[in-house]
């Protein structure tokens, strides 16, 4: 079958493990779920949390190699209840033992009426439409100059 010089052609490969298997090899991460995809990301945060706490409690030196010593983490959802799920969680992210190591956005990309929102505290950046890759991996990199980033 012929195919127009100026169709993109693509070809998919995989799943292959889980999405979550290979962010421990990093130390800055870029974590991107859509609706309820984010569920393996979550396992992720709480695992976050446990790793800085036993550390701490070990009081193991800070300035050794670790893992996920940064996290960006994108979510999107249609609309803003679904953010409630993990509410409880991404509050606990930001404000426990690993909050100076993760960055929470939350990207509301179904059709919004503003006085509708309900704003979300703890320091969760909320946002309405699709994000910006383009200049948001640009300002993880500039964040992060001379690391690798785990997408």
Same mark, same amino acid.
């Given at each position: 079958?012929?195919?127009?010089?100026?169709?993109?052609?693509?070809?998919?490969?995989?799943?292959?493990?889980?999405p979550?298997?290979?962010? #421990?090899?990093?130390?800055?991460?870029?974590?991107?779920?859509?609706?309820?995809?984010?569920?393996? $990301?979550?396992?992720?945060?709480?695992?976050?949390?446990?790793?800085?706490?036993?550390?701490a409690?070990?009081?193991?030196?800070?300035?050794? #190699?670790?893992?996920?010593?940064?996290?960006? $983490?994108? #979510?999107?959802?249609?609309?803003?209840?679904?953010?409630?799920?993990?509410?409880?969680?991404?509050?606990?992210?930001?404000?426990?033992?690993?909050?100076?190591?993760?960055?929470?956005?939350? $990207?509301?990309?179904?059709e919004?009426?503003?006085?509708?929102?309900?704003?979300?505290d703890?320091g969760?950046?909320? $946002?309405?439409?699709?994000?910006? #890759?383009?200049?948001?991996?640009?300002?993880?990199?500039e964040?992060?100059?001379?690391?690798?980033?785990?997408?």
């Amino acid at each position: 079958r012929r195919v127009p010089p100026d169709v993109a052609r693509m070809r998919y490969d995989g799943p292959h493990g889980a999405p979550s298997e290979l962010v #421990w090899k990093n130390k800055v991460v870029m974590l991107v779920g859509a609706g309820i995809g984010v569920t393996p $990301f979550a396992s992720i945060l709480r695992s976050l949390q446990y790793q800085v706490r036993a550390r701490a409690a070990k009081k193991e030196n800070e300035a050794e #190699w670790m893992s996920c010593e940064r996290v960006y $983490f994108y #979510w999107l959802c249609r609309g803003q209840d679904e953010f409630q799920w993990f509410y409880d969680l991404l509050r606990e992210a930001i404000t426990g033992p690993a909050r100076n190591r993760i960055e929470v956005n939350l $990207f509301q990309t179904g059709e919004v009426k503003l006085s509708n929102v309900k704003v979300l505290d703890d320091g969760i950046q909320q $946002f309405m439409g699709k994000p910006n #890759w383009r200049r948001a991996m640009k300002s993880i990199a500039e964040k992060n100059p001379r690391e690798s980033v785990g997408v």
